[in-house]
């Protein structure tokens, strides 16, 4: 199975910045390839556009993250029953009752499979504007630290990125988490005034 994915990411390289622009929009919603494998060997063929690529990859991916979305309110539960384990959803459950749509900038940010985020989304009534906004910064975030990080280094940036990027991504989520939380206080503070 492996070898029938990397020779279809190959034949989607292929295709270039419409590669990644279809499977950005796919991954957040239906398909198991992520961007990142075809984000990295673009930007580092052309470094100076590594943030266009970037930017593509990021509307791409909100965009295909509303169809993730449309999925669950359409299809409800049972869709993610059918491609994902009871373990795994159960898990996504267990972010959104503890972090609410924010879980979705956890997600968006970190490796885990992205698109069980947004159907679950759908499944649970989150909004429509809650999931542009948290999609944006999350996957963000993500794509633009990987056109930063080949933008400085080049072709060095594929080790660097294999190595810690999930360490830098789950960094960047921690300080967004904690500003947002800083700010919530507060706001409560000055209501309570």
Do not use: C
Not at 20 to 37: E, G, K, N, R
């Amino acid at each position: 199975m492996s070898e029938l994915l990397h020779a279809f990411e190959a034949w989607l390289l292929d295709y270039g910045v419409w590669g990644l622009i279809l499977v950005s929009f796919a991954d957040s919603s239906f398909f198991p390839i992520p961007p990142d494998v075809l984000l990295i060997p673009l930007a580092i063929a052309n470094p100076d556009s590594a943030l266009l690529y970037a930017l593509y990859t990021t509307i791409a991916s909100v965009i295909g993250a509303l169809l993730g979305w449309w999925i669950g309110k359409k299809l409800g539960r049972p869709i993610l029953v059918y491609f994902f384990s009871e373990k795994r959803i159960q898990k996504v459950e267990e972010y959104f009752n503890k972090y609410g749509a924010m879980a979705l900038l956890i997600a968006g940010l970190t490796p885990v499979p992205y698109k069980i985020f947004t159907i679950f989304a759908g499944v649970s009534g989150v909004k429509i504007r809650v999931l542009v906004i948290w999609s944006i910064i999350g996957r963000g975030i993500r794509f633009f630290l990987e056109g930063a990080i080949i933008l400085a280094l080049g072709a060095k940036a594929k080790p660097f990125i294999e190595e810690n990027f999930t360490l830098l991504t789950l960094g960047a989520g921690g300080v967004l988490i904690a500003v947002y939380l800083v700010y919530l206080i507060i706001k409560k503070k000055k209501k309570t005034v």
